[in-house]
């Protein structure tokens, strides 16, 4: 398949070089609130996805009959009708998740990285461009938070998925040597953690860029 | 009375929305370089906030709750919030030129502000609370209370945050970790910070 350049760049930038969270510091807000543990992370990560490729197509179709002066709002309710579709469906379908992450499905509707890629790209690109650049910045966005939910959960609960990892007899309780670290489990972890995979992210990229 | 105060001092310090909620962190990051710019953002922040969470309220209880429409309630609010940004940009602009001058820029910002919307989500949540728990919002007081407490707690978070970055201009920080990196981290101090106000009973 040949595709050009600039489509290609629209779904792989995204993923390292341009990444939503890393680099353009959008959408932090639910990144660092869902991530305690991988199973809302990954709902979350896919929602967003969805919700990004979806809303790109939408407002790109519709790009040459939107007013200027009004965008904004109608981006909004392009965004807020297809966060309510998603909510609704994980509430029939994935309860419990949809209970863990709470708040923060609704907060979809303002997660930056949807308005930044409206703006900036879906309202001045074909279709399939931005579907493109909607799953790239999606796929970027979820990478980070399983990478951030998988240390915390590993290290706060010594779980994956629910499952346990860490063998039972290796905690003090049970006469090992190991305990979990709780400090994974509070806000604060989340914040440091992406701190440091943005200072690991950066000092890789200079290296590639000299 | 009791009840609205309490609320108020927690929606400040024990469940602010940065340290606990991670609510607002994209122009909390963005605008928190200078403490002047931070506190116009703050303002608005707190202005918008109470105007637009005791509206979202009412909403709630008088229109979505008696006729089961909650379903509609994300379409409803985030219309709600847009409409009366624009609304205060106009009313501003026309009553108060010096104030519109401080504050023009970043009322736009605060419309996709996920402080304003996490406000209006938490109140829907904490609607169905039983009036007893302390994070309940039993009526329109307390929806001011919350509404003013979380944006002061976010104005407080920005300013501090601002504060702490003017200084650090000095520091010598690894170069890859300058700028955004280092604010994480910060931030991330800040928080564990703030964690001890959770510990009291208030």
């Known amino acids: ?210 | 009375m009791e009840h609205a105060l309490s609320l108020f001092v927690r929606s400040i310090f024990a469940d602010n929305m940065i340290f606990a909620f991670f609510l607002g962190m994209c122009s909390y990051l963005a605008v928190s370089k200078d403490v002047k710019t931070a506190a116009g953002l703050g303002v608005a922040v707190v202005f918008v906030q109470t105007i637009t969470l005791p509206v979202n309220y009412l909403l709630q209880v008088y229109v979505l709750d008696p006729l089961n429409l909650g379903y509609l309630s994300f379409i409803l609010f985030i219309a709600v919030i847009a409409a009366i940004v624009q609304l205060v940009e106009m009313v501003v602009e026309k009553f108060s030129p010096s104030l519109y001058n401080a504050l023009g820029i970043f009322l736009p910002l605060i419309a996709v502000n996920c402080a304003i919307m996490g406000g209006s989500l938490f109140m829907q949540q904490r609607v169905l609370l039983d009036p007893e728990n302390v994070k309940a919002i039993a009526n329109i007081g307390d929806a001011f209370a919350f509404a003013i407490g979380s944006g002061l707690g976010w104005m407080l978070a920005i300013v501090a945050l601002a504060g702490i970055r003017e200084k650090m201009e000095y520091n010598d920080v690894p170069k890859p970790l300058q700028g955004i990196g280092i604010t994480f981290i910060t931030v991330g101090l800040m928080a564990l910070a703030f964690m001890c106000f959770s510990g009291l009973n208030i």
Not at chain 1, 40 to 46: E, F, S, Y
Not at chain 1, 47 to 73: C, D, E, K, Q
Not at chain 1, 143 to 161: N, S, Y
Not at chain 1, 166 to 173: F, G, L, N
């Open chain 1, 1 to 210: 398949m040949a595709l050009s350049k600039k489509t290609k760049e629209a779904f792989l930038g995204p993923l390292n070089v341009n990444n939503p969270i890393l680099v353009q510091i959008l959408g932090i807000c639910s990144a660092l609130a869902v991530t305690v543990q991988l199973k809302p992370a990954l709902v979350m990560g896919i929602s967003v996805t969805i919700i990004v490729a979806l809303s790109n197509v939408v407002v790109s179709l519709i790009r040459n009959s939107i007013p200027a002066r009004i965008r904004i709002i109608i981006q909004l309710v392009v965004v807020a009708a297809l966060v309510t579709i998603v909510s609704e469906v994980l509430k029939a379908f994935a309860y419990d998740v949809a209970m863990q992450l709470s708040v923060y499905l609704g907060l979809i509707i303002t997660n930056c990285i949807l308005m930044g890629r409206l703006e900036a790209f879906a309202m001045s690109n074909n279709v399939v461009d931005s579907l493109l650049d909607g799953l790239g910045n999606g796929f970027g966005y979820a990478w980070i938070l399983v990478v951030v939910a998988f240390v915390r959960e590993l290290f706060g609960a010594g779980t994956l998925l629910g499952y346990q990892i860490i063998p039972q007899s290796w905690y003090v309780a049970n006469g090992g040597f190991y305990e979990n670290c709780g400090m994974m489990l509070m806000p604060a972890m989340a914040l440091i953690l992406v701190g440091c995979i943005i200072w690991a992210h950066r000092a890789i990229n200079d290296k590639e860029a000299k």
